[in-house]
């Protein structure tokens, strides 16, 4: 029982990081991005070429690598796509050409991916870092999945300082909530926008080489299962609630683990999307939406 | 002539499945777009419609009433989670229709005993003449067309450029959008039966990640609103392999690129393009005003 607590804390943890990316871009900057789960995907195969194609490189290293990897790939995005598109057409035009734009930079890199790995799960090698369990009676935790909890707790409460209250992060509420006004106030919009698709999409890379060593594969599409549960998370929660994020992946993931180890385990993601069209028809803005967000 | 004609249409079989498909995928995409739905629900629709025949054609059902009742289905289907859409807008709209789609993947994987797991279905008779195939496909497009017309058409382009204003105006907004969001889904499922009925085979690979990426790509590459747009961009999805033959595996990538700067730099497509093109032309010879906005209109 106590045991499919630890595992289900342990995948919120991973639900966790991979949300909060997909909701700060989409709370500050009206962006709905489809790449986000190849971006975590990128991080994951970026940590096991360069371990396994490298020499041995420290574990805080490689991380260091993937995460810069992938916050330049959500820069190159802002910078080569959502820029251009911003400053064209009427409002639905932009939404839709953004949207469309992420399923396409999703489709370049699963493509380029799947070149690297051959279509094939590889596997991520196991002196990156030597995952060991340690038992408590009959309970059995990983390091890894220590490491997962206490990076995700860090991660989400920085996050929420950052933006209840950073000088930057009251910035980027000022950008979703009037775009025009904030730039008229002095507020760099095109830098907050860099700013936050590089983090976010670090974040997704960070989630994405804890989640490959501990399940200690890699595979092109490893991103698109949590993109949906992100989904869910999102509509669960709110948009930009960091609190509500973290509860909502938390309670999730244990819903999740607690079916597939009493009921049928093919039945989650049927629950999880019953969930969902439940939500939407009965809070479509999710449990706290709060004033900066727009549904 | 027309056996020649009729010798091209069989050798080249398999590359106009792929157009028919496309074109209706494409346009059951764009049915909801121009109502200003923004809809990722098709490739659901697909995998519906496409097990559903499948699993009929295989008990040796006639395949004219299996067409109509996979209409039925996704036109259903659809209707049973319509009322989600009035609650939502534009990025919340994507998600929950893309969580849709997701949701028909993952359940396609678990339901083995209609879906066939991970090998998928095949052996299914391969009833759907080339001919009736093509005669859908026409169906559809005249359908489309027809609709962008008139008044009907009118409150279709006011839909999407103002939900409010539209609304004030005497259009029935939610009506318009159930409509035209049943009309995606009845579209989408078709596709499915289309392919299931002309390849035989139908499995989790052609409803995955690229198969989204290939409807949306058609409509991309057409035009999201121009009526021919999804028929062009089929035809240029589908030869584009013709013509990338050299490039191998990197196929994919440069379409993806292709895309990216479509959606980028030329959002009206290529229909869009030549429109202007001919439409800047046409201007600079003879400018009326009167015929200018009748253009307008129409599209």
Not at chain 1, 130 to 143: A, E
Not at chain 1, 210 to 219: F, H, M, N
Request: hydrophobic share 60%.
């Amino acid at each position: 029982m106590l045991q499919y607590v630890i595992n289900g804390l342990s995948l919120g943890a991973i639900y966790t990081l991979f949300a909060l990316g997909l909701s700060i871009s989409w709370a500050g900057l009206n962006v709905l991005n489809l790449a986000h789960g190849t971006v975590f995907m990128v991080g994951a195969l970026t940590a096991w070429w360069v371990a396994s194609s490298l020499t041995q490189l420290p574990f805080l290293a490689v991380l260091l690598i993937a995460m810069l990897v992938c916050g330049a790939i959500g820069l190159a995005m802002e910078l080569l796509v959502f820029r251009p598109i911003r400053r064209a057409g009427d409002e639905n035009q932009r939404t839709l050409s953004t949207v469309i734009a992420t399923v396409a930079t999703s489709a370049l890199l699963i493509a380029i991916a799947e070149q690297i790995t051959g279509g094939q799960p590889v596997g991520m090698p196991h002196d990156l870092f030597g995952v060991t369990s340690y038992t408590f009676g009959d309970l059995r935790i990983t390091n890894i999945q220590i490491v997962i909890i206490v990076v995700a707790l860090i991660a989400s409460i920085g996050v929420a300082w950052f933006i209840k209250r950073a000088r930057q992060g009251q910035a980027l509420r000022a950008l979703s909530v009037d775009r025009d006004m904030a730039k008229m106030l002095g507020i760099s919009a095109d830098f907050l926008s860099a700013a936050t698709m590089f983090s976010a999409s670090a974040i997704a890379g960070l989630a994405g080489v804890l989640l490959a060593v501990q399940i200690s594969a890699v595979e092109a599409h490893m991103g698109e299962a949590l993109l949906f549960k992100a989904f869910a998370i999102i509509i669960i929660a709110g948009i930009g609630s960091i609190g509500a994020t973290v509860s909502a992946a938390i309670a999730l993931a244990l819903v999740e683990t607690f079916i597939a180890a009493y009921w049928i385990s093919s039945l989650r993601d049927v629950v999880v999307f019953g969930v969902i069209i439940l939500f939407l028809l009965v809070r479509p803005n999710g449990l706290a939406s709060k004033g900066w967000q727009r549904a | 002539m027309a056996a020649r004609m009729s010798d091209w249409l069989i050798s080249n079989a398999p590359l106009l499945r792929n157009v028919s498909v496309l074109a209706l995928l494409g346009y059951s995409v764009q049915l909801a777009l121009r109502s200003g739905v923004m809809s990722f629900a098709t490739i659901g629709f697909f995998a519906l419609g496409g097990y559903l025949s499948a699993n009929l054609l295989q008990a040796d059902w006639n395949w004219v009433v299996v067409l109509f009742v996979v209409l039925i289905f996704g036109t259903l289907v659809a209707l049973v989670i319509s009322p989600v859409l009035r609650r939502l807008r534009h990025l919340y709209l994507a998600m929950a229709t893309l969580a849709f789609t997701l949701f028909v993947q993952s359940l396609a994987l678990t339901w083995r005993p209609f879906t066939g797991g991970a090998e998928g279905m095949y052996g299914v008779p391969r009833v759907l003449p080339q001919a009736g195939m093509l005669v859908i496909v026409l169906i559809v497009v005249f359908a489309v067309w027809y609709t962008q017309r008139g008044a009907q058409g009118r409150a279709t382009a006011a839909l999407r450029y103002d939900e409010l204003l539209s609304a004030s105006l005497g259009v029935n907004v939610g009506r318009q959008e159930i409509i035209a969001f049943a009309a995606s889904g009845a579209v989408g499922a078709l596709a499915g039966f289309v392919r299931v009925s002309t390849a035989g085979v139908f499995g989790p690979e052609d409803i995955n990640f690229t198969m989204v990426v290939d409807a949306l790509t058609v409509v991309v590459l057409g035009g999201t609103i121009l009526w021919l747009g999804p028929l062009v961009g089929a035809i240029v999805v589908a030869t584009l392999p013709l013509f990338l033959a050299d490039a191998g595996h990197w196929n994919l990538i440069l379409q993806a690129v292709i895309v990216l700067i479509v959606v980028v730099y030329q959002p009206g497509g290529i229909v869009g393009m030549v429109e202007r093109l001919i439409g800047g032309a046409r201007r600079r010879l003879k400018s009326d005003p009167k015929k200018e906005i009748a253009r307008m209109e129409t599209r």
